[in-house]
């Protein structure tokens, strides 16, 4: 399985933005998916989620409010609608897939390579 995220760039504070996650060698229906961030000098951060069944979770307070996860699986995609943008969520995103949604690193089994994101006060 290989993931792909996409679709990060420069964006103004209060800004949107929304990423991508593709899937090939397994079609992404079958996937969950996690969202991470990690900026620099920081551990990757969990932001949310979305299960097989489509099922979100949510992740980091920061973000709860202001971004949302879905999928297309006709599209083979899942999205990471970002809004409100702020400098801090200044980083490089990543989506996951894993036997499950959690939060922690280490239940995900593939990764895509990143997207940054850079948002300007």
């Known amino acids: 399985v290989q993931l792909q995220a996409f679709g990060g760039g420069l964006v103004h504070t209060g800004g949107s933005l929304t990423l991508s996650c593709t899937a090939s060698g397994r079609s992404i229906s079958l996937l969950n998916i996690g969202w991470f961030r990690q900026s620099p000098g920081k551990g990757r951060e969990f932001l949310t989620g979305?299960?097989?069944?489509?099922?979100?979770?949510s992740g980091a307070d920061s973000v709860k409010d202001r971004f949302t996860v879905s999928r297309d699986n006709a599209k083979n995609t899942v999205y990471l609608q970002m809004t409100r943008l702020k400098p801090e969520d200044t980083a490089v995103y990543f989506c996951a897939a894993g036997r499950f949604v959690g939060l922690l690193e280490n239940v995900y089994e593939y990764w895509g390579q990143g997207t940054l994101v850079t948002v300007s006060s």
């Open positions: 979305i299960s097989r069944a489509g099922s979100a979770v």
